[in-house]
């Protein structure tokens, strides 16, 4: 069993940048792929990023490659996602998710591939 708490949305003005992070408890953290979703009103939750095991392969959807990172510390039990260049359609609840894995070569950008859900963090970005 994991669970993931996300921290660090807020308010910011269009150009700016946010942090989040997700911290994650249990001791396999290691073994699990991450990855972040968002949901804006109205709409469905969609896939942002995902990282694996060992920060070795990260996957976007085109609408925020270029700018923003997904990362992990494994040491720490937590997942990041930078954020920069925001912009008002990126305004959404952020959550992050989890999946064990048992290779390093998989990632996953379907929700219904994830088991474990933070309860998210509202990014509001104003123009």
């Known amino acids: 069993q994991v669970q993931l708490v996300e921290s660090g949305g807020g308010l910011v003005q269009a150009g700016g940048s946010l942090r989040l992070s997700c911290a994650a408890s249990g001791r396999t953290f290691r073994s699990y792929v991450m990855g972040w979703f968002r949901q804006a009103p109205g709409k469905e939750r969609v896939f942002i990023a995902t990282?694996?095991?060992?920060?070795?392969?990260?996957y976007y959807t085109d609408s925020v490659k270029g700018r923003f990172t997904i990362s992990r510390d494994n040491a720490k039990n937590t997942v990041y996602l930078q954020m920069n260049s925001l912009k008002p359609e990126d305004t959404a609840v952020y959550y992050c998710?989890?999946?064990?894995?048992?290779?390093?070569?998989?990632?996953?950008?379907?929700?219904?591939?994830?088991?474990?859900w933070g309860q998210g963090t509202q990014v509001t970005v104003s123009s």
């Open positions: 998710a989890a999946r064990q894995a048992y290779s390093d070569t998989l990632y996953y950008t379907s929700r219904a591939n994830y088991d474990y």
């Open positions: 990282i694996t095991w060992s920060n070795s392969s990260t």
